[in-house]
């Protein structure tokens, strides 16, 4: 599709902003970090100030989705109004990323008791996360700049994507995992995709220490959420969001939180969709977090989001096995932004809001479904009322975990004794030993209808 004059005239130029004293500075160095103060940065779109409000930009990203072009296709790269212009078109990675689906999910919504309950499902991603959406971004900014080695440190997901994206690009990815402590569907992920891939004996929090070391003393090109041009990219989901919704806002957003990347790209892209006139109103994102990896919950309780409390973090959520978030204060202030919430949640109620996503047809893996078991205490709470609108941003597919969902319904993942055992027992669906006969097979049938009706 060719565009018109009109189309490109108020292509956005970037600049990087210090989250902590505000400095704005033109390069970012190769960790991201203020020269002034260390603190992260931010890029900000000074010249949007000169649009007009709202700028003609729905149409336009709406009319890509007809086009054949990769660069249209890409539910990211179709909204490159919002995005840094410094990436030069023909030089973009992707792998049409993005144009997820928004699901309603009414069984889910009925047993939680809210009336408009919807699921963006980010798991839809090329490598079955939303780690996509970002990485499309940074990884074409790898390239421009001649990087031969990209690397990150990981729970999965980050490593899982990076590895798919350097590959297209022809760079070479360095992935440093927990040992022992990521999924094995997202460690084969980064092994097929051609990642020198390095497990080490600490957990996400060591490996990005041992990570930033690395990046400070050879030139490899750091691709976790600090970069942020990975937000960038990331934000594009609300804004696909919000033209799903016909720019209709919901009441709340929730997600979960790890370290705290996705939240601080959604929150920015609400914040930037209010500025440019396309929305009226925010919706009040909230964050969830398992139980015991829960730094931000403690943050925000016991001290208002002043000073990050770190925690020891243990989780069977595997992705958000992380207890030192890098991007705690874009959280924070995410949260006081749109006045959202912090919630913490057990693992049997991560596992059972799972295995309830999955009987709606839809699935995720478990560090998605913290969203929905957030949720049923947020409405406890009276925090989200029966009326209002939600969406659950589902962050990863449902088969990155299969050994946790097997485990679940064969009742392998809680000890008996658990005092929830009664509940997680009504919700498992293991698989069921016949005999290879049509007849056992329909009494096997006739037997599960009948224990459905009673
Ligand atoms: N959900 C999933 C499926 C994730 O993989 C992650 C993070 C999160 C939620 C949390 O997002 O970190 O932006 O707050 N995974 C990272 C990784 C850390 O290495 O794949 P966040």
């Not at 939180?257 to 929150?267: E, I, P, R, W």
């Not at 698989?431 to 009673?454: F, G, K, N, Q, Y």
Request: glycine share 8%; with cysteine.
């Amino acid at each position: 599709m060719t565009e018109t004059a009109a189309d490109t005239a108020c292509k956005p130029t970037a600049k990087f902003r210090c989250i902590g004293c505000g400095s704005i500075c033109g390069e970012t160095g190769t960790a991201f970090r203020c020269p002034a103060c260390g603190d992260l940065l931010e890029i900000v779109y000074p010249h949007w100030d000169a649009l007009p409000r709202p700028p003609a930009f729905a149409d336009l990203w709406l009319r890509r989705r007809a086009s054949p072009l990769p660069l249209d296709q890409s539910g990211v790269w179709r909204f490159r109004e919002i995005l840094p212009q410094e990436i030069a078109d023909a030089g973009v990675v992707t792998l049409r990323e993005g144009n997820t689906p928004l699901y309603p999910l009414p069984r889910c919504a009925q047993s939680t008791g809210v009336e408009h309950l919807l699921a963006k499902h980010q798991g839809m991603n090329p490598t079955g996360s939303f780690k996509d959406t970002g990485m499309t971004v940074a990884a074409s900014v790898a390239r421009q700049r001649g990087f031969r080695w990209v690397a990150c440190a990981s729970t999965g997901n980050t490593s899982a994507s990076m590895a798919a994206y350097a590959a297209r690009a022809g760079m070479r990815s360095l992935v440093l995992v927990p040992q022992g402590k990521i999924s094995w569907g997202k460690l084969s992920q980064a092994l097929d995709y051609g990642a020198l891939t390095c497990e080490l004996k600490t957990d996400f929090d060591g490996c990005m220490c041992v990570l930033n070391e690395v990046v400070a003393r050879i030139p490899v090109y750091l691709l976790n959420s600090v970069n942020p041009y990975r937000i960038e990219g990331q934000k594009t989901a609300a804004f696909e969001l919000m033209e799903q919704l016909d720019w209709q806002v919901p009441d709340h957003v929730i997600v979960p939180g790890g370290n705290l990347g996705n939240s601080s790209a959604l929150g920015k892209a609400f914040f930037e969709m209010k500025q440019l006139g396309l929305i009226s109103r925010l919706p009040k994102l909230s964050i969830i977090q398992a139980e015991g990896a829960n730094p931000l919950v403690r943050t925000m309780r016991e001290n208002r989001g002043k000073k990050l409390i770190a925690v020891h973090p243990e989780t069977m959520a595997s992705a958000i096995r992380i207890g030192n978030p890098a991007s705690w204060k874009k959280a924070v202030r995410v949260l006081e932004g749109t006045g959202g919430t912090v919630e913490q949640v057990s693992e049997a109620e991560i596992a059972l809001a799972k295995a309830e996503i999955g009987a709606d047809g839809i699935g995720c893996e478990p560090a998605s479904a913290v969203t929905l078991a957030g949720l049923k205490k947020l409405v406890k709470q009276g925090f989200v009322e029966q009326a209002e609108a939600v969406v659950l941003i589902l962050t990863g597919h449902l088969l990155k975990d299969p050994e946790f969902t097997l485990k679940f319904h064969q009742g392998d993942l809680f000890p008996a004794e658990d005092a929830q055992a009664p509940e997680l027992a009504q919700a498992q669906r293991g698989p069921m030993v016949v005999e290879a006969s049509a007849d056992a097979v329909i009494r096997t049938l006739e037997d599960a209808d009948m224990r459905s009706e009673a």
